[in-house]
C-alpha cells in the first residue's frame, strides 16, 4: 500500500502475484509511471481514501483477479492515460459513486470478465479508448461524463449504457458489432452526436423512457434490428 504519501513519484514498478497490486490511500499529487500489477487476487490498482491529484500513465493493470483499476470515492482528479487493463476477472476500470472527475484517455481495455469502463462518478471524460471484447458493455456511463473518440465493439452487451445515467456528451465514437445495441439509454438530457454505430446485434440507439435528449449527426448503419428504436416503459 501507499499512504498518505503526497508528491511522490513511482516509476516502472511490477507487482506480480500478490494479494492486490497498488492500494493508494489518502495520496495527494502522485504519479505512477510505467508500472505494471499482473495476475494479482484482488483489485490491480487501487485508488481509495482522500486521494487527490493522481496519474496513472504508461501503467498495465492484466490478468487480475478482480477490477483492473478501482476509483473508490471520495477521490477526485485522477488522471488514467497511456494504460492497459485487459484480461481482468471483473471489470477493466472501474469508478465508484461519490468519485469525482476522472480522466481516462488513450487506454486499452480488452477481454474483462464484466464491464470495460464503469464509471459512476461525476464528471468523467472518457476519450480515445479502445474498449473492445469485454464481457458485458462497453462502456456504463455516469453523470457529466464525456464519451469521446473511442472505439466501443465486440462486446457482450451494449457498446455505450446510459443507464440511470444524464448530461453525458457521447460523440466521436466508432460503435460496432456489440451483441446488442450500440448505444442503450434510458436517462435524459444526453448528447448523442457524431457517432458512428454499425454492425450491432440490437439497435443502432436505443432509447427508452427518456426525454431531452439530443440526436444528431450520427452515422447509423447494418445493425440487426432497428436504427433509432424510441420505447416507453408501462
Known amino acids: 500500500s501507499v499512504l498518505n504519501c503526497d508528491n511522490s513519484s513511482f516509476r516502472d514498478i511490477i507487482v506480480e502475484n500478490s494479494p ?62 497511456n494504460s492497459i487493463f485487459n484480461n481482468n476477472n471483473d471489470k477493466g476500470i472501474n469508478t465508484d459513486p461519490g468519485s469525482i472527475t476522472c480522466t481516462i484517455i488513450n487506454c486499452v481495455v480488452r477481454n474483462n470478465a464484466s464491464w470495460g469502463i464503469d464509471y459512476d462518478g461525476v464528471n468523467n471524460i472518457i476519450d480515445t479508448c479502445v474498449v473492445d471484447s469485454n464481457g458485458n458493455s462497453g462502456i456504463r456511463a455516469g453523470v457529466d461524463g464525456v464519451v469521446s473518440n473511442c472505439q466501443l465493439s465486440n462486446n457482450v452487451n451494449y457498446g455505450l449504457e446510459l443507464e440511470a445515467d444524464f448530461r453525458c456528451v457521447v460523440s466521436g465514437n466508432n460503435i460496432y458489432s456489440n451483441t446488442s445495441h450500440g448505444i442503450y439509454c434510458d436517462e435524459d438530457n444526453n448528447d448523442i452526436t457524431g457517432n458512428i454505430i454499425r454492425n450491432n446485434g440490437g439497435s443502432g440507439i436505443f432509447l427508452t423512457s427518456a426525454s431531452g435528449n439530443n440526436i444528431t449527426n450520427n452515422h447509423i448503419s447494418f445493425n440487426t434490428v432497428n436504427g433509432i428504436a424510441v420505447t416507453a416503459v408501462s
Not at 51 to 74: E, R
Open 20 to 81: 492486490a497490486g497498488f492500494v493508494l490511500d489518502g495520496n495527494i499529487s502522485c504519479d505512477f509511471y510505467g508500472c505494471q500489477s499482473i495476475n494479482s487476487t484482488g483489485i490491480g490498482i487501487s485508488i481509495i481514501g482522500t486521494s487527490i491529484n493522481i496519474v496513472i500513465d504508461g501503467c498495465n493493470s492484466s490478468n487480475n483477479g478482480g477490477v483492473g483499476l478501482n476509483v473508490s470515492a471520495p477521490a477526485t482528479n485522477c488522471i488514467i492515460a
